[in-house]
């Protein structure tokens, strides 16, 4: 048993639901109608902007590669609309629920005004804790990583040795994803996800693979990671993908003088005990 060769995993186009959190984080939020409200997270549509992005990324992965050995997608309507638009050829998809979006539980489909009033407390550790921070009756990262990203990659690692992986799922998803596959500590969490390059936008792609990119030799564990995501060339009036180089990663082990210098650069909360 082992893992895939080559595993790409893309989040949906754009979603009527982007849209409407978008607007609300720029302090619009005349599209939290009752109507909107109601509507399952699972039942969002693609926008407009949305199925270009597919079709753009979609085309790319033909380039890479035409035909996959698997071909896996969340259940959630975007996502499904999304491996639809990508128009891959000879696609035959499997639904699997692991790879759904993280659950935001209550706070779902509320204004970011109502989540400060009423959940003053969760609010706060949102901003402090995004690792395992849980939305009221929802998902953690850390959750999200523990409980379907390892149920994705035992699943991948007893049925799918060797192959080509698509997968079609979530921006949150891939976050632990990434935080599984590379062995992320907590602090390099909070930093990719406090800096802007490393944000999964809408049809972003990560490309994991076992096959060393420059010399084509295979190693029993994956190793390397390449990002590719649609951008919109505003000079020729089309969506493209940028595609970042490729990056070789490995499990960190830490040495006893390691884990010092990890709890060194936390200062003490509490002084007068600390001595």
Not at 197 to 225: F, K, M
Request: aromatic share 10%.
């Amino acid at each position: 048993m082992g893992m895939p060769l080559d595993l790409y995993v893309i989040r949906h186009g754009e979603s009527e639901a982007n849209v409407i959190v978008k607007a609300g984080e720029q302090g619009d939020n005349s599209l939290y109608t009752q109507d909107n409200v109601t509507v399952p997270d699972r039942s969002w549509r693609l926008t407009a902007t949305g199925r270009k992005q597919a079709d753009c990324i979609g085309r790319w992965l033909v380039e890479q590669q035409p035909l996959f050995d698997r071909y896996l997608v969340s259940p959630y309507v975007r996502t499904r609309e999304t491996a639809a638009t990508m128009a891959l050829p000879k696609a035959r998809w499997e639904e699997t629920r692991v790879l759904r979006e993280r659950s935001w539980g209550e706070i779902n489909t509320i204004t970011q005004e109502e989540f400060r009033t009423n959940y003053s407390r969760n609010w706060m550790f949102k901003h402090t804790d995004p690792l395992y921070w849980r939305p009221p009756a929802g998902e953690s990262i850390a959750d999200v990583a523990e409980d379907r990203v390892h149920n994705l990659l035992t699943s991948l690692n007893r049925r799918a040795e060797a192959e080509s992986v698509v997968a079609v799922s979530h921006g949150d998803f891939m976050f632990a994803l990434m935080l599984t596959l590379e062995d992320i500590s907590d602090e390099e969490f909070l930093r990719r996800t406090s800096d802007d390059a490393w944000t999964i936008t809408n049809c972003t792609c990560l490309h994991y693979s076992r096959r060393d990119p420059n010399t084509g030799r295979t190693s029993q564990r994956v190793r390397w990671e390449q990002t590719a995501r649609p951008v919109f060339n505003e000079a020729i009036g089309r969506w493209e993908v940028k595609v970042d180089p490729w990056r070789e990663f490995q499990k960190p082990m830490l040495s006893n003088g390691d884990l010092v210098d990890v709890v060194h650069s936390v200062d003490p909360h509490l002084e007068q005990y600390a001595k």
